[in-house]
């Protein structure tokens, strides 16, 4: 059984930085990709960055491009979000996506971690 389990959220003022851990495991293969996505009240859960766990390839939402750095460790199958420059509008539960390929595509979600940045 596939768990993913992330942490690091938190209260932090603009400007500041946050560091956001993904740890995934139960995956008899492996994962294909791993990411961060965010949600706020109201609005669809959208893309923030994701990371191919095979070469590493990354991909970012536009509005987090110079900001935010998306990592991996395979040794451990975690991944880590590291948020600089945070902005009011970073404010949303950021939520961790493992997928895996062998038996089709299947998606796997963490419980979700609050990141609020205010003054």
């Known amino acids: 059984q596939v768990h993913v389990v992330e942490s690091g959220g938190g209260l932090v003022q603009p400007g500041g930085s946050l560091r956001l851990s993904c740890a995934a495991s139960?995956?008899?293969?492996?994962?294909?990709?791993m990411g961060w996505y965010r949600q706020t009240p109201g609005n669809e859960r959208e893309l923030v960055a994701t990371i191919a766990i095979g070469g590493g390839s990354t991909n970012y939402a536009d509005s987090v491009k110079g900001r935010f750095t998306i990592s991996r460790d395979n040794a451990k199958n975690t991944v880590y979000l590291q948020m600089t420059n945070l902005k009011p509008e970073d404010t949303a539960v950021y939520y961790c996506n493992a997928r895996t390929i062998d038996t089709g595509v299947r998606d796997y979600w963490g419980q979700g971690t609050q990141v609020t940045v205010s003054s």
């Open positions: 139960g995956s008899r293969f492996g994962f294909y990709t």
